[in-house]
């Protein structure tokens, strides 16, 4: 799934190409992903784009008479760039692609959505707060005005995993699985520790390994086309997607808890004192 690192490139690659220009053409070939009837996508014909924005792992399409084209790519979703459009009529059914924009110039780009499982979301509101998932977003992490006492204050009396609260979207906007194991690692902390009884160092510690992580992906990504996102975010996890690889800080084996649709990696000698944790859904250490 696309988080908020490979989200900001994505953003900041369409205000360098898209802002400023006129959206010639917009078309659905996925009618389960447009979430929105009113205003109708027509709208956005002969709409200049005027910003990009960011929102959690949401991208805004800001257009000239408060329209705004939002989405979100779930976990099989994806932007492709053209330098020109195609002009082959999409088959609904029949194509991964969700959405089709076309530019004045020629450009354009497709929103497409791998396997069966179809998640991606396409709205277009007259305020990004119209969106639920938008108006759901806890603060972003990455926001100056989140300081370590906001992260203290939003974990006091949470009685739930740590790895579960970061990837809350309504406590921590733009965290996914895969940045919730890359920062547990950094922190050398158990994804299964309780965020309630954090002491303040862990708490710290914590909230420096969001700050780090974030920004380093945050910057790999960034002047990057989307066709080198999700290369750049591979290369860059140290546990995540590493199952059976050697942990590069201490040399022990990742390893992974499977779930129903996901799993999480981590080192058990950086995070968990060397103990395996419980597969599962188990909260507990295997003794």
């Not at 799934?1 to 996925?30: N, W």
């Not at 740590?162 to 158990?190: C, F, P, T, W």
């Not at 909230?207 to 080198?228: C, H, I, N, Y």
Request: aromatic residues 6%; positive net charge.
């Amino acid at each position: 799934m696309p988080e908020m690192p490979e989200v900001q490139g994505l953003t900041d690659f369409l205000g360098e190409r898209a802002v400023g220009r006129t959206i010639s053409r917009a078309t659905v070939s996925a009618i389960s992903a447009l979430k929105t009837y009113d205003p109708p996508i027509t709208a956005l014909q002969n709409a200049e784009i005027t910003a990009s924005t960011r929102l959690g792992k949401f991208v805004v399409l800001s257009c000239a008479g408060d329209l705004h084209l939002a989405f979100h790519l779930a976990k099989a979703g994806w932007l492709r760039w053209y330098e020109t459009v195609p002009t082959t009529l999409i088959r609904p059914g029949k194509s991964p692609i969700a959405l089709r924009v076309a530019l004045d110039d020629g450009s354009g780009f497709d929103l497409t959505e791998a396997g069966t499982k179809k998640s991606l979301a396409v709205y277009v509101v007259r305020d990004p707060q119209d969106v639920p998932g938008i108006a759901r977003l806890g603060p972003d992490p990455l926001d100056p005005s989140f300081t370590l006492d906001v992260f203290a204050g939003l974990l006091e009396g949470r009685r739930t995993q740590i790895k579960g609260l970061l990837r809350d979207q309504s406590v921590i906007a733009g965290i996914g699985n895969a940045y919730s194991d890359e920062i547990l690692h950094a922190a050398r902390m158990s994804p299964y520790a309780n965020a309630g009884k954090l002491n303040a160092e862990e708490i710290e510690r914590l909230f420096a390994a969001m700050q780090a992580t974030l920004r380093d992906a945050v910057a790999e990504a960034s002047g990057k086309p989307p066709a080198d996102l999700k290369d750049a975010k591979r290369r860059g996890m140290q546990v995540h997607a590493r199952r059976g690889e050697t942990c590069p800080v201490c040399g022990d084996t990742v390893r992974s808890v499977f779930f129903a649709d996901r799993s999480l990696e981590y080192c058990p000698t950086c995070q968990t004192g060397g103990k395996p944790l419980a597969d599962r859904r188990l909260s507990r250490l295997l003794k």
